[in-house]
């Protein structure tokens, strides 16, 4: 039975090591006692540091409010006891306490009297209303005393630790113990009474590391505590929740049920050992010190439970109020805004400490479960109707059916609220229980599933579950883990017709089929239809349905699920100040949504009309991942979604008018994408167009040999200043004195010469100048460097042979079609002068010589792939063969300087 607890930390105060913390009663501090030897008082509520009392130069090890005389007192290793004024911070007394060092104080609650106890193995009482005289001086511990505690209900009574291994109890008037209480085997640090019940219960923690439960009329142990791995130093019996806080030198502080003794919470805040732990009769407060300072914590227990009409009950702390969402306008109401709402009646004090509260099925009983009790009352008054002992409560499949567990072994089933109908025993034991269409039992590693009615094992589980959640129907529950959760459906009907011989070790196999499994952290949870609503550890608001998330809200901190009303359509949540909020869920939506998931599909489009316009989106989204996506794109409002599902349909031409609509460079990109796909070379020209995405348009039109696309798309992309395109396309179209001008005009004046050089020969000397012109500005030296062909023509001998090439090839070629590419000769493989020569010898037409040519470059290249390649290496030899046939008479040296070789 886990406790529900709220922990949350409110102050954390670094320093040095804590020894003792107290709290003030009314003000909201905190007293800080200091190895240091000062003390500091803390304000927990703004986090400042309000006081600082400078006590000794030797450690403080224990301080107190006394609050009736604004007062602190501390205890010190100097041996003294030191009395404070807190609002005028004067030293007012000293007592030469004790022979050695003081490690505890006690005040009475209603007499003038402080104990000590001290490393001198002796504790003192005190009287300040009489000049702080010792009045007596309780002897009988063998080692020293570590702690001192008043009976809350004897205050005549206390009780003191001590290391010589026992706990013993005084009585005021005698300095001789009543008893002693032996069981450690150590040395023991602390102890504490217990506040609340008729319990005669008192608490201690040793150095061998084990918290014990003392009935101190009986003067037995009851129960021993094991988890911590080193010494105890501090325990405590909250004043107001049934736990036990105990502290340890291994940093942590650990929380436990006070009636099952089982461990609710760890706690470790990195501040090394823990050393004291102080907790107040009245609040929820917790202040704990540590070797490197102090925390403050506070505590909240809250249950809640909605019916399915709205009435809400809540018990925080002891008392139980209700609440009736009827009372809201619902048009008023907005999403994520907390309501203003108002309690229904008086307050009532509920009988025990509860740990859970629930409505049954019909909402006319509500059940509250805690401190080993259960009591029913009626929704309606919170009248008593039954109660009776037990661990834990569940409703059942009936209004008037639940279930209890009394023990770890037994689990009892009881109808029409009183009758005991069997008790069982559960094969493997029952360490939690829960409602719905079947009774589930937890144990160490598995999850048992029985029958109501019979109590015949249905299905036997291995997982270990943190909570069971049952749909409305009957027929989809979830199971939550630690990380995460699984869904599944329970077949009835299958379990109906099975007979007993058909049923295996662990039940029925095929009771349940596996729906889906999610890795998240379910905090709260209901059901609604087939859909699971459900708020995670990461603060969102999600349901799942057919295998898809959906987020309804990320919460700004912490909420729990109310339930879900279908009359206002509307998922309500509270957090822990209990604060109300609800946001819109349309029942029709997920009546849609489940019809689907059941492949109902005639009831969802009957559904279909019923459902707001602004939910359509969010079913189109829904019928997509299902697998309807035609059908998604007849719902979908979204001109987004619309296009992407026309894109899966292939129907272009919609994606065309969505595109318009939608005035998004992606989308057309997208679409041109799918078009390419489709054959559809068109349309992708039309959405290249639409972005301007000439790079794509020149692929486009250049391969599909469209000569006049290509031509225009280089103008086009010329005014649109794309020069890589503009001067790609030029080319192409044998535009050259085009592609040379937007060389120029980008200032590319090195690439323009070669270009002109290996093209357009007649530019290279307008070229050139201008590459000259632009080096001056920089650098002279290189400006000089740039020869001119028309000044210094011995620098290039062919140059005007090369002006009447290209003379030849302005008046010669013809574009010719893409189709001609596997007849013609590449340029690579031409020799302009070879064709120019051929023509003036011949005296024949040019363009008959060019095809001549052309036709004769086709023969040799057949002829050259039918010759056999020679694969064989030239070696060195063969070029000084070469060289020495080489007939070096007839060059011409006239033009060649000496200058000239020894610039070479």
Not at 434 to 456: I, K
């Amino acid at each position: 039975m886990q406790l529900k607890l709220d922990i949350r930390r409110t102050l954390t105060a670094r320093s040095d090591r804590v020894k003792c913390v107290d709290l003030h009663p009314t003000e909201p501090w905190m007293l800080v006692s200091l190895y240091n030897g000062k003390i500091h008082v803390w304000n927990h509520q703004n986090q400042q540091l309000i006081k600082t009392f400078e006590v000794c130069s030797s450690p403080v090890r224990a301080g107190k409010f006394i609050a009736r005389k604004n007062w602190i007192i501390t205890g010190s290793d100097d041996y003294r006891i030191t009395v404070f004024n807190y609002n005028t911070l004067e030293r007012q007394h000293v007592v030469d306490a004790h022979m050695d060092y003081i490690r505890c104080l006690a005040v009475h609650p209603t007499l003038p009297i402080v104990l000590s106890g001290s490393d001198d193995m002796t504790i003192k009482m005190w009287n300040w209303d009489k000049n702080w005289a010792c009045q007596k001086v309780f002897d009988g511990h063998s080692h020293y005393v570590m702690q001192i505690v008043f009976n809350p209900k004897d205050n005549n009574t206390f009780a003191s630790a001590s290391l010589d291994k026992t706990i013993k109890i005084w009585q005021l008037a005698s300095s001789i113990p009543n008893f002693t209480l032996e069981g450690h085997v150590n040395g023991i640090n602390c102890l504490d009474y217990t506040h609340a019940g008729e319990k005669p219960y008192l608490i201690s923690g040793a150095d061998d590391r084990l918290v014990k439960i003392w009935d101190y009329q009986n003067r037995s142990c009851v129960q021993s505590l094991d988890g911590h791995t080193k010494n105890i130093s501090a325990v405590a019996f909250h004043p107001e929740l049934p736990i036990i806080i105990t502290g340890s030198e291994d940093g942590t502080v650990k929380i436990w049920n006070a009636n099952t003794y089982s461990l609710e919470n760890t706690l470790n805040y990195g501040l090394e050992r823990a050393w004291t732990i102080c907790c107040l009769k009245g609040s929820n407060m917790v202040g704990i010190g540590f070797d490197d300072g102090c925390v403050m914590i506070r505590l909240e227990s809250l249950c809640f439970s909605m019916d399915e009409g709205g009435k809400i009950v809540w018990i925080k702390h002891s008392e139980m109020q209700m609440i009736n969402l009827k009372q809201l306008a619902i048009e008023d109401i907005k999403d994520g805004e907390r309501l203003n709402l108002s309690v229904k009646g008086d307050t009532k004090s509920c009988e025990v400490f509860a740990n859970t509260l629930a409505h049954n099925s019909n909402g006319r009983y509500v059940a509250v479960c805690g401190e080993g009790e259960y009591i029913i009352y009626t929704a309606m008054a919170l009248r008593n109707k039954a109660y009776g002992s037990a661990l834990e409560f569940v409703w059942g499949i009936e209004p008037e059916d639940f279930a209890i567990r009394e023990s770890a072994t037994t689990v009892k089933v009881f109808q029409k609220l009183t009758k005991e109908k069997k008790s069982f025993k559960p094969e493997l034991g029952a360490d939690g229980i829960y409602g719905g269409t079947l009774l589930g039992v937890r144990s160490a590693n598995h999850l048992t599933f029985y029958a109501w009615d019979t109590l015949e094992l249905v299905r036997r589980i291995e997982i270990q579950p943190k909570g069971v959640f049952w749909g409305g129907n009957g027929e989809m529950v979830a199971i939550t883990t630690e990380e995460s959760f699984y869904v599944l459906k329970y077949n009835a009907s299958v379990v109906a017709e099975a007979s007993e011989e058909g049923r295996a070790e662990d039940g029925y196999e095929d009771a349940f089929e596996v729906v889906g499994e999610v890795a998240e952290n379910v905090k709260t949870a209901t059901w609604v239809g087939d859909c699971f609503i459900y708020s995670n550890s990461l603060n969102r608001l999600n349901y799942y349905v057919g295998g898809e998330i959906v987020t309804i809200s990320h919460l700004d901190r912490p909420h729990y699920i109310l339930g879900y009303i279908p009359r206002d359509n509307r998922i309500y949540l509270c957090d822990k100040e209990l604060n109300v909020l609800s946001y819109s869920l349309h029942l029709s939506v997920l009546d849609f949504e489940t019809s689907v998931m059941r492949k109902d599909i005639q009831n969802a489009q009957q559904l279909l009309p019923t459902i707001p316009q602004s939910y359509y989106t969010k079913i189109a989204h829904f019928l997509e991942k299902q697998g309807f996506v035609s059908q998604a794109l007849s719902v979908s409002t979204d001109p987004d979604h619309k296009f992407d599902l026309a894109l899966q349909l292939s129907k272009l031409d919609l994606a065309v008018e969505l595109a318009r609509e939608i005035g998004s460079d992606q989308k057309w990109q997208q679409l041109a994408d799918c078009s390419i796909l489709s054959g559809r070379l068109d349309l992708a020209e039309k959405c290249y167009e639409a972005t301007q995405d000439f790079g794509a348009l020149l692929v486009l039109s250049s391969s599909s040999g469209n000569l006049d696309k290509v031509s225009k798309l280089a103008e086009v992309a010329h005014r649109a200043r794309k020069f890589n395109v503009a001067f790609t396309a030029y080319l192409l179209t044998q535009q050259n004195l085009k592609a040379l001008n937007i060389l120029v005009e980008t200032n590319k004046l090195p690439d323009a010469a070669f270009f002109a050089r290996t093209y357009l020969p007649s530019e290279v000397p307008r070229v050139t100048q201008l590459w000259k012109a632009e080096q001056q500005k920089t650098n002279a030296k290189v400006a000089q460097g740039i020869a001119d062909p028309s000044e210094y023509t011995n620098l290039f001998p062919s140059f005007e042979e090369s002006l009447r090439g290209q003379k030849y090839l302005e008046e010669s070629e013809k574009i010719v079609p893409a189709s001609h590419y596997s007849t013609r000769t590449s340029n690579s493989q031409r020799n302009v002068f070879e064709e120019l020569s051929k023509a003036c010898t011949s005296g024949s037409n040019l363009e008959e010589t060019r095809e001549n040519n052309a036709n004769d470059d086709g023969e040799r290249d057949e002829q050259r792939q039918s010759e056999p390649q020679s694969t064989e290496l030239i070696t060195d030899e063969d070029i000084e063969l070469d060289l020495e046939n080489m007939n070096l008479e007839n060059i011409d040296y006239s033009n060649i300087s000496e200058e000239d070789l020894l610039g070479d």
